[in-house]
């Protein structure tokens, strides 16, 4: 039986990936995520936005989880888990746009442009930008060749690289680049339902603005508490 190639060869080589060779690993990752589209047991409600807004919510809860848990060994410790931690993200957000799919009705015809446009509008837009047009006050994605998909993937892989490398000093930052980390895969993963939610909405009977202004509000909503937990935390020590 042939061993499948570990993901951590060339840490165990005693040297990191370049650039050029992390790149390409991503790229592969994001290929295969589209060779799979989830499915989703959701269907269209009465309230699409209200469920919409609740998926995203236990959607970024649980990236935030996933990745400050991988991200909590220190040194190059962490380095091994940025590929791991990235696809397992991903998957997260997969799903989840899967299921807002379904609640607005269209899960039946998601296809991969739909799911890269998704992932990946917020982070490397001019990369995708050509995955979508506006029809009227819609958006529609397009059917594109598989060989223009991977390109798209290959430029999304070489942003998400270099945006690994401009950020991967929080990795010898134990817990505080945990926190980090898990407070970036929250973010993220709220502006890839927004993403969706824009995609989709545009069938069904309700105000997309709406929808996000509600988002929004939960977000600031959040965001104070926690500003209000900091501070409580700081005027104890």
């Known amino acids: 039986m042939t061993n499948k190639k570990s993901e951590y060869l060339p840490a165990q080589r005693g040297k990191q990936s370049s650039p050029e060779d992390l790149s390409a690993r991503i790229t592969r990752h994001i290929v295969d995520l589209l060779a799979r589209v989830p499915s989703t047991d959701e269907s269209p409600v009465d309230d699409a936005g209200q469920r919409a807004r609740?998926?995203?919510?236990?959607?970024?809860?649980?990236?935030?989880?996933?990745a400050g848990t991988l991200a909590l060994p220190p040194g190059p410790l962490g380095w091994l888990t940025i590929v791991p931690e990235l696809v397992t993200i991903w998957r997260i957000q997969a799903q989840m746009v899967a299921d807002i799919s379904g609640?607005?009705?269209?899960?039946?015809?998601?296809?991969?442009?739909?799911?890269?446009?998704?992932?990946?509008?917020?982070?490397?837009?001019q990369a995708v930008r050509d995955l979508v047009v506006r029809v009227g006050g819609r958006l529609i994605a397009?059917?594109?060749?598989?060989?223009?998909?991977?390109?798209?993937?290959?430029?999304?892989?070489?942003?998400?690289?270099?945006?690994?490398?401009?950020?991967?000093?929080?990795?010898?930052?134990?817990?505080?680049?945990?926190?980090?980390?898990?407070?970036?895969?929250w973010y993220d993963t709220r502006q890839v339902a927004r993403t969706a939610i824009r995609l989709f909405a545009g069938g069904r009977a309700t105000s997309v603005d709406a929808v996000l202004d509600a988002m929004d509000a939960e977000d600031a909503a959040g965001?104070?508490?926690?500003?209000?937990?900091?501070?409580?935390?700081?005027?104890?020590?």
């Open 54 to 66: 609740a998926i995203a919510k236990a959607a970024a809860n649980k990236a935030a989880l996933t």
């Open 103 to 125: 609640v607005f009705g269209v899960n039946a015809r998601l296809t991969r442009e739909q799911m890269l446009y998704c992932l990946f509008r917020h982070a490397a837009a």
């Open 142 to 185: 397009q059917d594109v060749p598989l060989r223009v998909l991977e390109r798209v993937a290959q430029a999304v892989g070489a942003r998400v690289t270099r945006r690994l490398i401009g950020g991967g000093i929080s990795r010898w930052l134990p817990v505080v680049g945990a926190v980090g980390v898990g407070a970036y895969a």
């Open 223 to 237: 965001a104070a508490r926690q500003a209000a937990a900091d501070a409580g935390n700081a005027s104890r020590r």
